[in-house]
């Protein structure tokens, strides 16, 4: 069995960039990469391929794709175990497959780089998140995509930021990453709202101004739900900084579990971490 580990990753706001280059496609933005994230234990098999995401039997497309693209007619038995939920906003998809482009390339002898490629194709292919791989592949806290895709196209940077504890609240239903950016003129507001922040935070970035900027950007676009306004608008009155995580019925803060609960009470499911700079790696071979 081939195990690999991957960081979850928070898009607080973003830019879709379209290219007819799979791999200049993407999204400019800033996130957070978290400690918790994504393990995949991987095995070659006979007969069919088969995906277990947290216990359960899944179609697990992007998977799927990662393997199709990294060993073509290959099968494998891929148990995926997620410390976060999925649909909420937390990248865990592309942590996800990264983790099995890892073990993949561990077992075909492809490159780190094959393998990031790979799950970054997944991503956009299928219908995931535009940016989660390119943020992972950057071993900083808050990774800022200054230019769409994957090296030597896309590009990052870094402020030096980290959090020592980010507290996570989940308040409704996963969202599609797919349903929302099928939409264009939603699309558009996105983009309008999401290439000023991406600039001003690029120019002057701070903790502070991850939350403002992360704020603005959600309102401007209109993608934050009632529940997560409702939500935010209270941390805020009780002195919490906190925004929406993209896309998700989701928020991100750095106030304690305790601040959270006596701010909204029992409202969501309340997970906690802190960012990482550690990298996406292999943490057993077969």
């Known amino acids: 069995m081939t195990s690999a580990f991957c960081p979850a990753h928070i898009t607080c706001f973003f830019s879709p960039v379209h290219s007819e280059n799979i791999l200049e496609k993407g999204s400019r933005g800033a996130g957070i990469r978290l400690r918790s994230g994504t393990t995949v234990h991987l095995d070659e098999i006979k007969g069919s391929t088969k995906v277990r995401i947290d216990g359960k039997i899944a179609n697990a497309s992007i998977t799927r794709h990662v393997l199709e693209q990294m060993a073509p007619g290959r099968s494998f ?53 535009l940016g989660d791989v390119a943020g992972l592949m950057h071993e900083g806290d808050v990774p800022i995509r ?7 196209f896309g590009r990052t940077a870094d402020r030096g930021i980290a959090f020592e504890r980010m507290t996570l609240v989940v308040l409704g239903r996963k969202l599609s990453t797919a349903g929302v950016l099928g939409d264009a003129e939603r699309v558009k507001r996105i983009c309008s709202a999401g290439d000023a922040v991406v600039d001003e935070f690029s120019e002057r970035g701070t903790k502070d101004r991850l939350f403002e900027l992360s704020g603005r950007f959600s309102a401007e676009a209109g993608i934050m739900g009632p529940a997560v ?26 106030a304690t579990e305790e601040e959270v609960r006596d701010a909204i009470g029992d409202r969501g499911r309340i997970f906690t971490t802190s960012s990482t700079d550690g990298p996406a790696r292999i943490i057993r071979k077969a």
């Open 146 to 152: 200054t230019r769409a895709g994957m090296p030597p």
């Open 229 to 254: 306004a409702d939500a935010v608008k209270t941390m805020e009155k009780n002195g919490i900084r906190a925004s929406m995580c993209m896309l998700g019925n989701s928020i991100f803060t750095d």
């Open 77 to 129: 038995d891929v148990t995926v175990e997620c410390d976060l939920p999925i649909g909420q906003g937390f990248g865990m998809s592309a942590s996800g497959a990264v983790a099995a482009a890892l073990c993949l390339s561990e077992i075909t002898g492809k490159s780190r780089k094959e393998a990031f490629e790979a799950a970054h194709t997944a991503e956009v292919v299928c219908g995931g998140g």
